[in-house]
């Protein structure tokens, strides 16, 4: 089954209609697209019956989408549960969630909404508080919708003035907190009321000869920017 951490909630849409399947119902998914048996997901998960039952009820009802569908056994048996297609779309939006935030472990998280789309460009401008940035174009997206913005750590470059160059945003910080981690030092700098953090090499960090109070540019391609909506 996938590791999926305790805690964490996943807001599924559908329609016009809005769940938050937590970790344990997400696990009961999964575990009745492997084992094709409510019964049998259900002991796995460490649940009764009835209450792996009420999770699936209390979805389908909520999102008025039908998730499991249930065969009924001959004389010999051989009834089961699976999911519909729409069953599988929601685990497989969640499994890709979770890929998101698995490979962005160290990751800037700051919610922020959408103000412009350019369709030409491909891109589309998010606000974070005093801020604007540019991030690639989800064409789910309208203007006016709160998404979360990631942006990892490595993919932030530091300068001591403005470049120009292929990467599409650059603000302009000031150093807060600096802490040595394995070799590599992390950078926490305030843009507009916003922390971001940077990681860097020792080497940059005497280039650019950085200390706590120091003013800093930050740059990171548009590219870089995974964005989920909330």
């Known amino acids: 089954m996938a590791d999926v951490k305790a805690g964490v909630e996943y807001k599924i849409n559908v329609d ?6 937590d970790s344990k119902k997400y696990q009961l998914l999964q575990s009745i697209l492997d084992t094709g048996s409510l019964t049998a997901a259900a002991k796995e998960i460490k649940v009764s019956y009835r209450t792996a039952l009420n999770y699936i009820e209390k979805m389908e009802s909520t999102l008025n989408v039908k998730i499991v569908s249930t065969t009924k056994g001959g004389k010999g048996g ?11 779309s929601i685990l497989k939006e969640c499994k890709k969630i979770n890929a998101i935030m698995e490979l962005h472990k160290d990751v800037n998280e700051i919610e922020a909404e959408v103000v412009d789309i350019n369709e030409v ?17 989800n064409r789910k997206y309208v203007v006016g919708d709160k998404i979360l913005a990631l942006i990892s750590y490595d993919n932030i470059f530091l300068m001591l003035e403005p470049q120009t160059s292929s990467i599409r945003n650059i ?10 981690q394995n070799e590599i030092i992390r950078v926490k700098i305030d843009v507009g009321g916003v922390v971001l953090c940077s990681d860097i090499t020792v080497s940059a960090e005497k280039e650019l000869n950085l200390n706590i109070g ?14 989920l909506k909330l």
């Open 214 to 227: 120091k003013e800093i540019y930050i740059g990171f391609k548009a590219m870089s920017v995974a964005t």
């Open 171 to 180: 603000l302009k910080g000031q150093i807060v907190e600096m802490k040595l």
């Open 78 to 88: 051989g009834g089961g549960t699976s999911l519909t297609d729409e069953g599988y």
């Open 121 to 137: 460009k491909g891109v589309m401008t998010i606000k974070m508080n005093q801020f604007e940035i540019n991030a690639p174009l």
């Open 16 to 21: 016009g209609n809005s769940f938050l399947l």
